[in-house]
């Protein structure tokens, strides 16, 4: 089946450091999705994806598709508390009506 | 803003009982979903749903589980005789069109089974 490995599994930095974790997959995703979630709650969509090669900003976090359709990378420049959480990316295949998940990056930031 | 509410929050149930979540998807939305999330792992696909029916399942959506809109506004998971594997965050999402994936999720039902 499709998988997404996402990586780093963890993060620790300190308040203020830019932030950036990615995706692979080896399967061709036509849409790529960044979530971040908080503890005890649900994903919350902090950015989407449509077209290989597209770079896109959201504030302070940045996303791109790879051009192979095959990874993604989210960055976050100069890091504050409230990003800490489980910043998940997730895939979509065409036709498919699912969304695949990577296992998550958890960030940490020290004061 | 709209939002997928989802109820309840915690279900405590013992192994062996069925048990029924519940959602609320965003009014104007047409697919539904099931996903779930054993703690401290990834968010895991269960079922998707259009039309009233379903339109896609993973292997984890076996026999014990089924989905219905029972009306124009909710949508529910079953489980007809839980298992302790079945502890989890259950998570429901909607989205207005198929090709437009921006997937809206609830908060989530946290399901205990002891």
């Known amino acids: 089946g499709q998988q997404l490995n996402q990586s780093p599994q963890s993060m620790f930095i300190q308040e203020g450091e830019d932030v950036s974790m990615n995706c692979t997959s080896s399967?061709?995703?036509?849409?790529w999705l960044w979530y971040k979630q908080d503890p005890g709650e649900g994903p919350v969509l902090l950015i989407a994806?449509?077209?290989?090669?597209e770079l896109t900003s959201n504030g302070r976090l940045t996303a791109q598709f790879g051009i192979t359709r095959k990874d993604s990378f989210l960055n976050i420049s100069a890091s504050i508390p409230s990003d800490v959480g489980i910043y998940f990316c997730a895939g979509l295949i065409q036709g498919a009506q699912k969304l695949v998940f990577g296992q998550g990056t958890r960030l940490t930031i020290n004061p | 803003e709209p939002e997928v509410t989802q109820t309840p929050s915690h279900q405590v149930t013992q192994m062996g009982q069925e048990v029924i979540l519940r959602c609320v998807p965003i009014s104007n939305h047409l697919y539904f979903y099931w996903y779930r999330q054993i703690l401290g792992q990834k968010v895991e696909f269960l079922v998707s749903?259009?039309?009233?029916?379903?339109?896609?399942k993973s292997e984890i959506f076996d026999d014990q589980f089924s989905v219905e809109r029972p009306d124009g506004s909710n949508f529910t998971l079953k489980i007809r005789s839980t298992k302790l594997e079945d502890s989890a965050m259950y998570f429901c999402?909607?989205?207005?069109?198929?090709?437009?994936?921006?997937?809206?999720f609830g908060q989530g039902t946290r399901l205990t089974v002891v």
């Open positions: 749903f259009y039309n009233n029916e379903i339109s896609e």
């Open positions: 999402a909607s989205t207005l069109d198929r090709g437009l994936t921006e997937a809206f």
């Open positions: 399967s061709i995703f036509n849409t």
């Open positions: 994806l449509y077209k290989a090669g």
